[in-house]
């Protein structure tokens, strides 16, 4: 295996959703784990999702609301296989580091399946952003 440096200031944040940014730090489609950075503006909202995998993150600025508590800098979360997130939030500019272990099931209002987000996904976005010339987030 390979060592990986990657300088993540040299990289552009990809729009994903409405005030929500990535850094695709790392995906794996053969293990399925996908690590991320991830800015959320001020009252932007995540999707509501199930994890299909286990997750944990590292608040590196701001806070996140989300089923666990609310979660400010400097805060460790560990999201478990089958933890069901409705209205993850940011009240503040927020950027996390996240690892993901496995994908997220995106759920419509109803709770039903919507689409299913993970390694592939993040690849998908990446790829689609560097064809268009890449979004920076000011």
């Excluded at 909202?45 to 800098?73: D, Q, S």
């Excluded at 690892?99 to 689409?115: E, I, M, S």
């Excluded at 976005?125 to 987030?137: D, I, P, V």
Aim: glycine share 12%.
């Amino acid at each position: 295996m390979k060592d990986i440096l990657i300088h993540c200031n040299d990289l552009p944040w990809t729009k994903v959703y409405d005030g929500v940014w990535i850094k695709d730090l790392r995906s794996c489609d053969v293990t399925g784990q996908w690590t991320q950075l991830l800015r959320m503006e001020a009252g932007a909202v995540l999707p509501a999702h199930f994890h299909l995998g286990a997750g944990e993150f590292f608040v590196v600025t701001g806070e996140f609301v989300y089923r666990g508590g609310t979660a400010r800098t400097g805060d460790y979360g560990y999201e478990p296989l089958g933890a069901l997130h409705e209205q993850p939030r940011a009240d503040v500019e927020t950027v996390l580091f996240y690892v993901g272990y496995g994908p997220l099931a995106l759920l419509n209002a109803d709770g039903t399946l919507k689409a299913v987000m993970g390694s592939r996904s993040v690849n998908e976005f990446q790829s689609q952003a560097s064809s268009a010339g890449g979004t920076r987030a000011a």
